[in-house]
C-alpha cells in the first residue's frame, strides 16, 4: 500500500498531498491579493502552485489535471492570458473552467491541480 504524505497540514485540509507518485493539490486562491484584477490573483495563485509542487520534488511540466473556478466567466480571456504564460508548451494538462461562487467574495479564481512526481 502507497504510504500518504501531507505538506502545509491544517485543521480543515492539507495544502498537498502525495499518494504514490501524484501530487494533489487544495484549491489555491489568491491570499496576497485579495480583490485585485483576475489576472493578478492567477499570477498569485500559479505562484503558490509552483511552490507547492517545488516543495514535493515534482513541477508543472508535469501538470496532469487542473481545475479553474472562477466568479464570472466573462474574464476568462484575462485568466487564459496569463495560464497560458505560465504552461510548459506541449506538456499542457486536461483542465475544467468553471464559474461558481468561491468561498469568500474577495477572491475570485481558485485552481487546483494533480501532478506527477
Known amino acids: 500500500m502507497s504510504e500518504i504524505k501531507r505538506i502545509k497540514v491544517g485543521n480543515r485540509m492539507s495544502q498537498l498531498v502525495i499518494h504514490g507518485n501524484t501530487v494533489y493539490t487544495a484549491g489555491q486562491v489568491a491570499q ?22 517545488s516543495e514535493a520534488g515534482t513541477d508543472k511540466s508535469k501538470l496532469i489535471s ?11 480571456n484575462e485568466m487564459n492570458a496569463v495560464w497560458d504564460a505560465w504552461v510548459v508548451p506541449e506538456q499542457t494538462p486536461c483542465r475544467a473552467c468553471v464559474e461558481s461562487k468561491l468561498a469568500a467574495p474577495q477572491f475570485n479564481v481558485e485552481i487546483s491541480v494533480i501532478a506527477a512526481l
Open 32 to 53: 496576497t491579493a485579495p480583490g485585485e484584477s483576475v489576472a493578478r490573483q492567477t499570477e498569485v495563485i500559479l505562484e503558490q502552485i509552483d511552490g507547492l509542487l
Open 66 to 76: 487542473a481545475t479553474i473556478w472562477m466568479t464570472d466567466i466573462s474574464h476568462f
